[in-house]
């Protein structure tokens, strides 16, 4: 298949070192119990573009992000994360790799006895020890203000609205100026102007600073707007890889059916 | 810098299995979910020790958490330790009295309080109150994915939050023993002193006649492997849950009932090691 030739071409630069992929994976299993998620599924995501993943809930999209990120350990596979493999490292080791990372969460996550604030600065102040309190607090409002939420700063996320949680941990997802964004579902729940308002931010990230995202979304419109690449999944592997055009050509019935109800 | 304790912390394998209390195995038997849990929580302690350890230290995290445990819990300490030190004092001089050995009875309420009750009643309040307390807060955490979004922030969870609170209550529970036994005694006091002309100094100078300050300390340092089950327990359940609200409500319980549990068993095995070690 063409997209498979061009993701094994990817790896092959990056072997040889002509370019260097911000995330390989390669073959990956995953269960959990009895339920087999991710079954050999090799994907590889080129630095400063963005690949969006698709496909229909309980595929493995989520728990994929988890991988890259070192929250889940794959049962076999490997994964590497900007040239450097997941496989055997401490706690503190993979630490090092995920202050190269942002992750949104599908719920936000935020810390429930923090205000929105303090949330956006918490990661700032375990590291970024040189920063001032002042120099915190003015970065905390620029994140704040690049998602739409400078003016709920004092508030609690327990006052906030599903979209407004995503908002405030997009904004702590790219406190530490990530090289790498994770994104889990950045636009469901949000309205259609907050939902294109992070579109255009993850394409300004992408412009401004050569960002490389992953992207897991059911929003067909969100993941054309802002990604380079798409990869629908479907029992745990990739049943296509490409772009848009790609996935409008591919005669494959998931694929045909897929594209029809999205 | 290589652990070989941590090594299999992405994933981390004790916390994300489906979750396994030891009242309820959910192994192919009771024998398989006893030692399975055993075995977890001791992967679990060797990481928080190791994370203990190793810098950076969250003294931020521990000074919060010591307030928390040890501040807020003062008030029921203290009370629990009074109405222990009027029940004691009241069965104290009954008894007493049977035998013909009411001048027995300040000896006998400092003893009993110092070393058997004081001890017992703190670590099974603070079982209940700060067991409850950080079992229901870090298994709310891992259910919300919070615990999920420290580890994302690259700080290790072990160090950031079941260490603080593991320390916390192992510095604290000494303290809230002292306040307890202070409370029983000068409760106690009030209860004999209501019914028998007794002064306070009589009461403490014959109380402490015979005893030595090495009597007392053993049964009030005791108290820090409460601390330690307390806090560790509550901490595992918490960091290991699933299955959302259920799943939240299962660890506060577990983590009061095992830490009573766990207590009560170790108070027998100290009981006997002070004993041996301070005859």
Redesign the interface.
Known sequence: MAFAAESTKERNEAASGLAAPAVIVEAVHKSF?NQHVLDGISLTVARGKTLAMLGRSGTGKSVLL?LI?????PDTGSLQVLGRS?A?????????V??K?G?L???G????SMSVGENVA??LR??RHGLSNAEIVDRVKQLLDEVGMSRHLEKMPASLSGGMRKRVGLA?ALA?DPEILLLDEPTAGLDPISSGEIDDLVLKLKTERKMTSVVVTHDMHSARTIADRLALLNHGRVAIEGTFDDLKQSQDPFVVEFLKHS | MSSPGLTAAAGASPLEPEQKTFAQPAGPGLIFGFFEWFGDLGVFLWRVARAAVTPPYEWGELVRQLDETGAMSLPLVVMAGTAIGVVLSMEARYSLSRFGAKSLFPATLVYSVIQVMGPIITGLVVAGRVGAGIGAELASMKVTEQIDAIEASALNPYRFLAAPRILACILMLPLLTLAADISALMMGWVAQALVEPLSFRQFIDAGFAAAKFSAFLPPTFKTCVYGFIIGSIACFNGMRTRGGAEGVGRSATSSVVLGSLFVILADVVLVKFILVVFP
């Open positions: 119990g988890r990120i070192g929250l889940e350990k997941l055997g490292l401490t706690l503190d080791e993979l630490g090092e995920r202050l990372m992750f969460f599908q719920n996550a935020l810390y429930d918490f990661p375990h590291h702590r530490l």
